[in-house]
Protein backbone atom coordinates (compact mmCIF):
# COMPACT_ATOMS: atom_id res chain seq x y z
CA UNK A 1 0.00 0.00 0.00
CA UNK A 2 1.12 3.76 -0.64
CA UNK A 3 2.28 5.15 2.26
CA UNK A 4 1.62 9.14 2.84
CA UNK A 5 2.92 11.31 5.14
CA UNK A 6 0.22 12.60 7.43
CA UNK A 7 -0.31 16.48 7.31
CA UNK A 8 0.37 18.28 10.29
CA UNK A 9 -0.77 21.73 10.09
CA UNK A 10 -4.42 23.16 9.03
CA UNK A 11 -7.83 21.49 9.06
CA UNK A 12 -8.23 23.02 5.35
CA UNK A 13 -5.68 20.26 4.58
CA UNK A 14 -7.42 17.03 5.77
CA UNK A 15 -8.95 16.84 2.61
CA UNK A 16 -5.74 16.21 0.53
CA UNK A 17 -4.27 14.83 3.09
CA UNK A 18 -3.43 10.66 3.86
CA UNK A 19 -3.78 9.43 7.49
CA UNK A 20 -3.64 6.86 9.43
CA UNK A 21 -6.42 4.08 9.94
CA UNK A 22 -8.11 1.38 11.89
CA UNK A 23 -6.98 -2.15 11.86
CA UNK A 24 -9.43 -4.79 12.85
CA UNK A 25 -10.99 -3.76 16.23
CA UNK A 26 -10.46 0.08 16.84
CA UNK A 27 -8.12 0.15 19.47
CA UNK A 28 -8.60 3.25 21.11
CA UNK A 29 -9.17 4.07 24.30
CA UNK A 30 -9.83 7.07 27.10
CA UNK A 31 -6.88 7.30 29.55
CA UNK A 32 -8.65 6.67 32.90
CA UNK A 33 -10.26 3.23 31.33
CA UNK A 34 -6.82 1.84 29.80
CA UNK A 35 -5.94 -1.52 32.25
CA UNK A 36 -2.02 -0.76 31.91
CA UNK A 37 -0.76 1.87 34.72
CA UNK A 38 1.71 2.12 32.68
CA UNK A 39 0.66 3.37 30.03
CA UNK A 40 -2.27 5.81 31.99
CA UNK A 41 0.47 7.49 33.87
CA UNK A 42 2.35 8.31 30.54
CA UNK A 43 -0.80 9.57 28.66
CA UNK A 44 -1.52 11.58 31.86
CA UNK A 45 1.93 13.16 32.11
CA UNK A 46 4.42 12.58 29.51
CA UNK A 47 1.99 13.37 26.12
CA UNK A 48 1.63 16.68 24.28
CA UNK A 49 -0.58 18.32 21.76
CA UNK A 50 0.41 20.90 19.76
CA UNK A 51 -2.42 23.70 19.44
CA UNK A 52 -2.39 26.89 18.12
CA UNK A 53 -1.93 29.51 20.72
CA UNK A 54 -5.41 31.49 19.97
CA UNK A 55 -7.27 28.18 21.25
CA UNK A 56 -5.84 28.72 24.71
CA UNK A 57 -6.98 31.19 27.59
CA UNK A 58 -4.98 31.29 30.13
CA UNK A 59 -6.34 34.31 31.92
CA UNK A 60 -6.69 32.13 35.16
CA UNK A 61 -3.10 30.68 35.59
CA UNK A 62 -4.88 27.51 37.69
CA UNK A 63 -7.37 26.53 35.01
CA UNK A 64 -6.18 27.20 31.53
CA UNK A 65 -9.00 26.58 28.93
CA UNK A 66 -9.00 25.84 25.07
CA UNK A 67 -11.74 27.89 24.11
CA UNK A 68 -12.13 25.49 20.67
CA UNK A 69 -15.54 24.27 20.17
CA UNK A 70 -16.01 22.28 17.11
CA UNK A 71 -16.32 18.76 17.22
CA UNK A 72 -14.83 15.71 15.64
CA UNK A 73 -18.18 14.22 14.10
CA UNK A 74 -18.82 18.19 12.83
CA UNK A 75 -14.91 18.95 11.18
CA UNK A 76 -15.18 15.03 9.55
CA UNK A 77 -18.78 14.97 9.09
CA UNK A 78 -18.73 11.36 10.66
CA UNK A 79 -22.20 9.15 10.42
CA UNK A 80 -24.53 8.84 13.68
CA UNK A 81 -22.60 6.00 15.79
CA UNK A 82 -19.43 7.27 15.06
CA UNK A 83 -16.58 6.88 18.27
CA UNK A 84 -15.64 10.25 19.78
CA UNK A 85 -18.03 11.91 17.41
CA UNK A 86 -18.67 14.67 20.32
CA UNK A 87 -15.06 15.32 21.35
CA UNK A 88 -13.33 18.90 20.37
CA UNK A 89 -10.31 18.57 18.01
CA UNK A 90 -8.30 21.69 18.58
CA UNK A 91 -4.92 19.41 18.08
CA UNK A 92 -2.67 18.99 15.36
CA UNK A 93 -0.01 16.95 16.49
CA UNK A 94 1.11 14.66 19.40
CA UNK A 95 4.70 14.52 21.51
CA UNK A 96 6.13 12.89 24.17
CA UNK A 97 8.36 14.71 26.72
CA UNK A 98 11.53 13.31 26.85
CA UNK A 99 13.31 15.29 29.45
CA UNK A 100 12.14 18.32 31.73
CA UNK A 101 12.90 20.78 28.53
CA UNK A 102 12.41 18.72 25.11
CA UNK A 103 9.57 16.75 23.75
CA UNK A 104 10.00 14.53 20.85
CA UNK A 105 7.03 14.85 17.31
CA UNK A 106 7.21 14.27 13.74
CA UNK A 107 9.60 16.49 11.69
CA UNK A 108 6.23 17.52 9.60
CA UNK A 109 4.98 18.84 12.64
CA UNK A 110 7.14 21.89 12.96
CA UNK A 111 8.37 22.31 9.30
CA UNK A 112 8.24 25.85 9.22
CA UNK A 113 8.94 28.60 12.09
CA UNK A 114 5.39 29.57 12.58
CA UNK A 115 4.97 25.89 13.41
CA UNK A 116 6.89 26.85 16.56
CA UNK A 117 6.09 30.27 17.32
CA UNK A 118 2.00 30.01 16.73
CA UNK A 119 1.93 27.06 18.46
CA UNK A 120 1.88 25.87 22.18
CA UNK A 121 2.35 21.95 23.70
CA UNK A 122 -0.36 20.77 25.76
CA UNK A 123 0.21 17.94 28.72
CA UNK A 124 -2.67 15.99 30.20
CA UNK A 125 -5.51 16.91 27.97
CA UNK A 126 -7.39 14.24 28.61
CA UNK A 127 -10.76 12.88 30.38
CA UNK A 128 -10.75 11.95 34.05
CA UNK A 129 -14.66 10.77 33.45
CA UNK A 130 -16.91 10.10 30.99
CA UNK A 131 -17.39 13.52 29.96
CA UNK A 132 -15.52 15.08 32.42
CA UNK A 133 -11.98 16.84 31.13
CA UNK A 134 -9.10 17.05 33.19
CA UNK A 135 -8.15 20.61 34.56
CA UNK A 136 -5.49 22.54 33.18
CA UNK A 137 -2.97 24.72 34.70
CA UNK A 138 -0.10 26.65 33.70
CA UNK A 139 2.16 23.74 34.65
CA UNK A 140 0.65 21.78 31.37
CA UNK A 141 0.64 24.40 28.83
CA UNK A 142 4.42 25.34 27.25
CA UNK A 143 5.55 27.18 23.58
CA UNK A 144 8.21 26.29 21.77
CA UNK A 145 11.78 27.78 21.61
CA UNK A 146 13.19 26.29 19.12
CA UNK A 147 13.40 23.13 17.33
CA UNK A 148 16.50 20.66 17.36
CA UNK A 149 17.49 17.32 15.64
CA UNK A 150 14.67 18.08 12.92
CA UNK A 151 15.00 15.36 9.85
CA UNK A 152 12.21 14.81 7.49
CA UNK A 153 13.69 12.97 4.98
CA UNK A 154 11.51 10.26 3.90
CA UNK A 155 13.39 7.82 5.88
CA UNK A 156 13.11 9.37 9.34
CA UNK A 157 10.66 11.67 10.41
CA UNK A 158 11.71 13.34 14.10
CA UNK A 159 12.14 16.42 15.82
CA UNK A 160 12.71 17.54 19.25
CA UNK A 161 11.13 20.98 20.61
CA UNK A 162 13.07 22.63 23.41
CA UNK A 163 10.53 24.31 25.69
CA UNK A 164 10.66 27.90 26.93
CA UNK A 165 11.06 27.09 30.51
CA UNK A 166 11.78 23.72 32.60
CA UNK A 167 8.19 21.18 32.84
CA UNK A 168 7.03 20.68 36.19
CA UNK A 169 4.38 18.76 37.47
CA UNK A 170 4.99 16.05 34.50
CA UNK A 171 7.18 12.88 34.35
CA UNK A 172 8.99 12.21 31.11
CA UNK A 173 8.94 9.19 29.29
CA UNK A 174 11.48 6.69 29.37
CA UNK A 175 13.14 6.21 25.64
CA UNK A 176 13.88 2.82 24.80
CA UNK A 177 17.77 3.53 23.83
CA UNK A 178 18.78 -0.12 22.28
CA UNK A 179 19.58 0.27 18.91
CA UNK A 180 18.55 -2.86 17.37
CA UNK A 181 15.03 -2.80 16.26
CA UNK A 182 11.99 -4.69 17.08
CA UNK A 183 11.15 -8.68 16.13
CA UNK A 184 8.27 -8.92 14.32
CA UNK A 185 4.98 -9.66 16.25
CA UNK A 186 6.11 -7.27 19.20
CA UNK A 187 2.79 -5.70 21.04
CA UNK A 188 2.97 -2.01 21.19
CA UNK A 189 0.83 0.68 22.70
CA UNK A 190 0.43 4.05 20.22
CA UNK A 191 -0.48 7.29 22.68
CA UNK A 192 -1.13 10.83 21.22
CA UNK A 193 -4.17 12.75 20.50
CA UNK A 194 -6.13 11.23 17.30
CA UNK A 195 -8.06 13.87 15.25
CA UNK A 196 -6.77 16.42 17.42
CA UNK A 197 -8.92 15.38 20.38
CA UNK A 198 -7.96 14.36 23.65
CA UNK A 199 -5.45 11.56 24.37
CA UNK A 200 -6.26 8.39 23.18
CA UNK A 201 -4.11 4.47 24.50
CA UNK A 202 -4.02 2.22 21.82
CA UNK A 203 -2.64 -1.06 22.70
CA UNK A 204 -3.78 -3.39 19.74
CA UNK A 205 -0.98 -2.78 17.52
CA UNK A 206 2.05 -5.48 16.58
CA UNK A 207 5.33 -5.18 14.60
CA UNK A 208 4.78 -6.15 11.02
CA UNK A 209 8.01 -4.80 9.31
CA UNK A 210 11.53 -3.19 10.41
CA UNK A 211 14.32 -1.80 8.49
CA UNK A 212 17.55 -3.50 8.31
CA UNK A 213 19.72 -0.34 9.69
CA UNK A 214 16.87 0.13 12.87
CA UNK A 215 16.06 3.51 11.45
CA UNK A 216 12.16 2.84 10.82
CA UNK A 217 9.69 0.23 11.15
CA UNK A 218 5.71 -0.26 10.25
CA UNK A 219 2.70 -1.59 13.01
CA UNK A 220 -0.51 -1.89 12.88
CA UNK A 221 -1.49 0.87 15.24
CA UNK A 222 -5.22 2.67 14.90
CA UNK A 223 -3.96 6.25 14.59
CA UNK A 224 -5.57 9.27 12.68
CA UNK A 225 -4.44 13.13 11.99
CA UNK A 226 -3.42 14.66 14.84
CA UNK A 227 -1.42 11.03 15.92
CA UNK A 228 1.49 12.62 14.21
CA UNK A 229 4.61 12.62 16.19
CA UNK A 230 2.52 10.03 18.92
CA UNK A 231 4.98 8.06 20.98
CA UNK A 232 4.45 4.24 20.28
CA UNK A 233 5.40 2.17 23.37
CA UNK A 234 6.73 -0.96 24.38
CA UNK A 235 4.90 -3.14 27.10
CA UNK A 236 7.21 -1.65 29.56
CA UNK A 237 6.21 1.69 29.06
CA UNK A 238 9.91 2.62 27.05
CA UNK A 239 9.20 4.50 24.24
CA UNK A 240 10.57 3.00 21.24
CA UNK A 241 9.26 5.28 18.21
CA UNK A 242 7.09 7.79 16.78
CA UNK A 243 4.17 7.78 14.28
CA UNK A 244 4.63 9.37 10.75
CA UNK A 245 2.52 8.77 8.08
CA UNK A 246 -0.33 6.11 7.26
CA UNK A 247 -3.52 5.20 5.42
CA UNK A 248 -6.27 7.17 4.66
CA UNK A 249 -8.37 8.43 8.18
CA UNK A 250 -12.34 7.98 6.93
CA UNK A 251 -14.36 6.62 4.40
CA UNK A 252 -17.11 7.96 2.39
CA UNK A 253 -20.70 5.60 3.42
CA UNK A 254 -23.29 7.57 1.19
CA UNK A 255 -23.02 11.22 2.44
CA UNK A 256 -21.50 10.94 5.42
CA UNK A 257 -17.61 9.72 6.74
CA UNK A 258 -17.16 6.43 8.81
CA UNK A 259 -13.92 5.18 9.99
CA UNK A 260 -12.13 3.50 7.27
CA UNK A 261 -11.51 -0.04 8.90
CA UNK A 262 -8.79 -2.54 7.24
CA UNK A 263 -10.06 -6.06 8.24
CA UNK A 264 -7.64 -8.78 9.06
CA UNK A 265 -4.78 -6.39 9.41
CA UNK A 266 -2.28 -7.13 6.94
CA UNK A 267 0.77 -9.02 8.26
CA UNK A 268 3.46 -7.18 6.36
CA UNK A 269 2.11 -3.26 6.34
CA UNK A 270 0.60 -1.09 8.58
CA UNK A 271 1.54 2.81 9.93
CA UNK A 272 4.85 3.92 9.01
CA UNK A 273 6.96 5.08 12.48
CA UNK A 274 10.71 5.71 13.18
CA UNK A 275 12.28 4.24 15.88
CA UNK A 276 13.23 6.64 18.49
CA UNK A 277 17.19 5.61 18.74
CA UNK A 278 18.08 8.02 15.79
CA UNK A 279 16.15 10.51 17.12
CA UNK A 280 18.27 10.48 20.24
CA UNK A 281 21.19 10.24 18.25
CA UNK A 282 20.70 13.95 16.31
CA UNK A 283 19.38 14.93 19.41
CA UNK A 284 22.76 14.23 21.36
CA UNK A 285 24.87 15.27 18.20
CA UNK A 286 23.22 19.04 19.00
CA UNK A 287 26.37 21.33 19.72
CA UNK A 288 25.75 22.76 22.85
CA UNK A 289 23.03 20.92 23.66
CA UNK A 290 22.09 19.72 27.29
CA UNK A 291 20.13 16.99 28.17
CA UNK A 292 20.22 13.88 30.79
CA UNK A 293 20.00 11.35 27.64
CA UNK A 294 23.54 12.50 26.61
CA UNK A 295 25.62 12.26 29.78
CA UNK A 296 27.32 9.74 27.74
CA UNK A 297 29.39 11.87 25.46
CA UNK A 298 26.44 10.82 22.47
CA UNK A 299 23.64 8.73 23.68
CA UNK A 300 23.96 6.80 26.85
CA UNK A 301 22.58 3.90 24.30
CA UNK A 302 24.31 0.37 25.06
CA UNK A 303 25.20 -2.06 22.52
CA UNK A 304 22.70 -4.73 21.50
CA UNK A 305 22.94 -8.21 23.12
CA UNK A 306 25.65 -10.23 21.16
CA UNK A 307 26.70 -7.15 18.97
CA UNK A 308 30.53 -8.44 19.05
CA UNK A 309 32.14 -12.09 19.82
CA UNK A 310 33.84 -10.57 23.40
CA UNK A 311 30.17 -9.47 24.18
CA UNK A 312 28.20 -12.60 22.95
CA UNK A 313 24.69 -13.33 24.45
CA UNK A 314 25.42 -16.42 26.73
CA UNK A 315 22.88 -19.52 26.66
CA UNK A 316 22.30 -22.72 29.03
CA UNK A 317 23.76 -25.29 26.47
CA UNK A 318 20.09 -26.74 26.58
CA UNK A 319 17.37 -27.53 23.60
CA UNK A 320 15.57 -24.05 23.01
CA UNK A 321 14.10 -22.10 20.32
CA UNK A 322 15.03 -17.85 20.25
CA UNK A 323 13.75 -15.79 18.00
CA UNK A 324 15.31 -12.77 17.58
CA UNK A 325 16.55 -10.22 14.95
CA UNK A 326 19.74 -8.87 12.97
CA UNK A 327 18.11 -5.51 12.84
CA UNK A 328 20.34 -2.51 14.15
CA UNK A 329 23.80 -5.27 14.14
CA UNK A 330 27.23 -4.45 13.07
CA UNK A 331 28.48 -6.60 10.38
CA UNK A 332 31.94 -7.81 12.77
CA UNK A 333 32.44 -10.72 11.67
CA UNK A 334 32.55 -13.52 8.91
CA UNK A 335 32.56 -17.57 8.08
CA UNK A 336 34.49 -19.83 5.67
CA UNK A 337 31.22 -20.26 4.01
CA UNK A 338 29.98 -16.38 3.95
CA UNK A 339 28.16 -13.74 5.86
CA UNK A 340 28.93 -10.46 5.03
CA UNK A 341 26.16 -8.74 6.72
CA UNK A 342 25.20 -8.27 10.23
CA UNK A 343 25.62 -11.00 12.62
CA UNK A 344 24.71 -11.77 16.22
CA UNK A 345 26.91 -13.94 18.79
CA UNK A 346 26.11 -16.61 21.61
CA UNK A 347 28.32 -17.95 23.68
CA UNK A 348 27.92 -21.55 25.44
CA UNK A 349 30.37 -24.17 27.38
CA UNK A 350 29.96 -27.73 27.45
CA UNK A 351 31.30 -30.05 30.22
CA UNK A 352 31.01 -33.18 27.80
CA UNK A 353 30.78 -34.36 24.58
CA UNK A 354 27.66 -33.18 23.64
CA UNK A 355 25.26 -33.65 19.98
CA UNK A 356 24.29 -30.09 18.79
CA UNK A 357 21.72 -29.25 16.06
CA UNK A 358 21.27 -25.65 15.44
CA UNK A 359 18.93 -24.12 12.55
CA UNK A 360 17.62 -20.91 11.47
CA UNK A 361 14.90 -19.75 9.96
CA UNK A 362 13.43 -16.50 8.62
CA UNK A 363 15.78 -15.29 5.64
CA UNK A 364 18.52 -16.05 4.23
CA UNK A 365 21.46 -16.95 6.75
CA UNK A 366 24.72 -18.13 7.27
CA UNK A 367 25.56 -20.22 11.16
CA UNK A 368 29.10 -20.42 12.04
CA UNK A 369 30.40 -22.30 15.36
CA UNK A 370 33.82 -21.60 17.11
CA UNK A 371 36.04 -22.26 20.16
CA UNK A 372 35.78 -19.36 21.10
CA UNK A 373 36.53 -16.10 19.97
CA UNK A 374 39.51 -16.23 19.40
CA UNK A 375 39.25 -19.88 18.01
CA UNK A 376 39.22 -22.24 15.54
CA UNK A 377 36.25 -22.96 13.36
CA UNK A 378 34.41 -25.83 13.71
CA UNK A 379 31.65 -25.30 11.12
CA UNK A 380 30.15 -22.79 8.74
CA UNK A 381 26.50 -23.56 6.39
CA UNK A 382 24.83 -21.23 4.46
CA UNK A 383 22.09 -22.59 2.84
CA UNK A 384 20.51 -25.77 4.29
CA UNK A 385 17.43 -25.40 1.39
CA UNK A 386 19.37 -24.55 -1.82
CA UNK A 387 15.84 -23.82 -3.77
CA UNK A 388 15.14 -20.92 -1.81
CA UNK A 389 18.94 -19.86 -0.29
CA UNK A 390 17.06 -19.51 2.80
CA UNK A 391 17.71 -21.13 6.65
CA UNK A 392 21.24 -22.74 7.72
CA UNK A 393 22.35 -25.89 9.29
CA UNK A 394 25.00 -27.21 11.69
CA UNK A 395 25.63 -30.96 13.10
CA UNK A 396 27.73 -31.41 15.00
CA UNK A 397 29.76 -33.55 17.96
CA UNK A 398 31.59 -31.64 20.33
CA UNK A 399 33.68 -32.12 23.15
CA UNK A 400 33.65 -30.04 26.53
CA UNK A 401 34.95 -26.55 25.94
CA UNK A 402 34.05 -22.71 25.56
CA UNK A 403 31.93 -22.38 21.70
CA UNK A 404 30.73 -19.22 20.26
CA UNK A 405 27.92 -19.53 17.58
CA UNK A 406 27.30 -17.01 15.12
CA UNK A 407 24.04 -16.07 13.48
CA UNK A 408 25.18 -13.95 10.68
CA UNK A 409 23.43 -12.61 7.45
CA UNK A 410 24.48 -13.27 3.86
CA UNK A 411 24.46 -9.91 3.02
CA UNK A 412 22.71 -6.54 4.38
CA UNK A 413 19.20 -7.67 3.81
CA UNK A 414 18.37 -8.77 7.15
CA UNK A 415 15.29 -9.45 9.24
CA UNK A 416 13.74 -11.83 12.08
CA UNK A 417 15.18 -15.37 12.30
CA UNK A 418 14.28 -18.40 14.62
CA UNK A 419 17.29 -20.16 16.04
CA UNK A 420 16.35 -24.06 16.84
CA UNK A 421 19.02 -25.60 18.80
CA UNK A 422 19.26 -29.26 20.11
CA UNK A 423 21.83 -30.19 22.36
CA UNK A 424 21.78 -33.74 23.17
CA UNK A 425 24.55 -35.43 25.53
CA UNK A 426 26.76 -38.07 23.57
CA UNK A 427 27.89 -41.02 25.72
CA UNK A 428 31.10 -42.55 25.51
CA UNK A 429 30.35 -45.79 23.44
CA UNK A 430 28.30 -43.51 20.87
CA UNK A 431 31.75 -42.50 19.39
CA UNK A 432 31.67 -39.03 20.93
CA UNK A 433 35.00 -37.20 21.81
CA UNK A 434 36.22 -36.86 25.57
CA UNK A 435 38.98 -35.12 27.59
CA UNK A 436 40.88 -38.12 27.10
CA UNK A 437 39.03 -40.08 24.25
CA UNK A 438 40.94 -43.24 23.54
CA UNK A 439 42.76 -43.47 26.81
CA UNK A 440 40.36 -44.77 29.22
CA UNK A 441 41.65 -45.14 32.64
CA UNK A 442 40.57 -47.34 35.38
CA UNK A 443 37.24 -46.28 37.80
CA UNK A 444 36.76 -46.19 41.31
CA UNK A 445 35.98 -49.83 42.95
CA UNK A 446 36.46 -51.51 39.22
CA UNK A 447 40.14 -52.55 39.53
CA UNK A 448 39.21 -56.35 38.40
CA UNK A 449 37.94 -54.46 35.27
CA UNK A 450 40.86 -52.48 34.80
CA UNK A 451 43.37 -55.04 35.05
CA UNK A 452 41.27 -57.69 33.36
CA UNK A 453 43.36 -61.23 32.84
CA UNK A 454 44.96 -60.90 36.23
CA UNK A 455 44.47 -63.90 38.14
CA UNK A 456 44.17 -62.72 42.07
CA UNK A 457 44.85 -58.55 41.60
CA UNK A 458 45.37 -56.66 44.57
CA UNK A 459 43.52 -53.80 43.03
CA UNK A 460 46.50 -51.61 43.50
CA UNK A 461 48.83 -49.59 41.16
CA UNK A 462 52.09 -48.94 40.55
CA UNK A 463 53.15 -49.44 37.50
CA UNK A 464 52.74 -53.37 37.41
CA UNK A 465 54.83 -54.30 40.59
CA UNK A 466 53.97 -55.13 44.06
CA UNK A 467 53.77 -52.88 47.17
CA UNK A 468 57.51 -54.40 48.10
CA UNK A 469 58.93 -53.76 44.60
CA UNK A 470 58.84 -57.50 42.97
CA UNK A 471 57.60 -58.74 40.16
CA UNK A 472 53.80 -58.57 39.87
CA UNK A 473 51.62 -61.44 39.17
CA UNK A 474 52.18 -62.49 35.75
CA UNK A 475 48.96 -61.64 34.92
CA UNK A 476 49.55 -58.28 35.38
CA UNK A 477 52.58 -57.54 32.84
CA UNK A 478 50.08 -57.29 29.98
CA UNK A 479 49.27 -53.75 31.00
CA UNK A 480 52.77 -52.38 30.30
CA UNK A 481 53.19 -54.16 27.35
CA UNK A 482 50.44 -52.15 26.29
CA UNK A 483 51.35 -49.21 27.46
CA UNK A 484 54.76 -49.37 25.89
CA UNK A 485 53.31 -50.12 22.39
CA UNK A 486 51.17 -47.21 22.66
CA UNK A 487 53.97 -45.08 23.88
CA UNK A 488 55.82 -46.61 20.98
CA UNK A 489 53.18 -46.00 18.07
CA UNK A 490 52.68 -42.14 19.26
CA UNK A 491 56.52 -41.72 19.07
CA UNK A 492 56.00 -43.04 15.15
CA UNK A 493 52.81 -41.05 14.52
CA UNK A 494 54.59 -37.44 15.25
Known amino acids: MALWLLAGCSEEALGAARAPVVYGVDGRTEAFEHPSAVHRALAESAVAMQVHEDWIDATDPADVRITYTRTLGEAQDLCAGERFADQIEPGTCSGTLVDERHLLTAGHCVESAGDCTDYVWVLGFRYVADGVLATLTEDDVYRCSEVVAYADDGDVDHAFVRLDRPVVGHTPAAVRVEPSGLADGTE??????????????????????????????????????????????????????????????????????????????????????????????????????????????????????????????????????????????????????GGDGPDRSYAFDLDGPTRLVARTEGFDTVLYLRAGCDGAEVACNDDVDTDTDRGSLLDEVLGPGSYVLFVDAYDARVGTYALTLTFEPVGADAGGPGPDAGVPGPTPDAGAAADAGRAGGTGSSGGGCSAAGSPAAPGGWWPLGAALALLWSQRRAR
Open 188 to 337: VTLIGHPNGIPVKIDSGGVVTWSSSDARSLTATVDAFHGNSGSGVFDAAGLLVALLDGGETDYVDAGGCNVVNVIDPPPADDGETLTYARPALEALCATPGLVSPLCDCDGPCVPAPAGDTCDDAEPIEPVSQVLRATLSGYTPDTTGSC
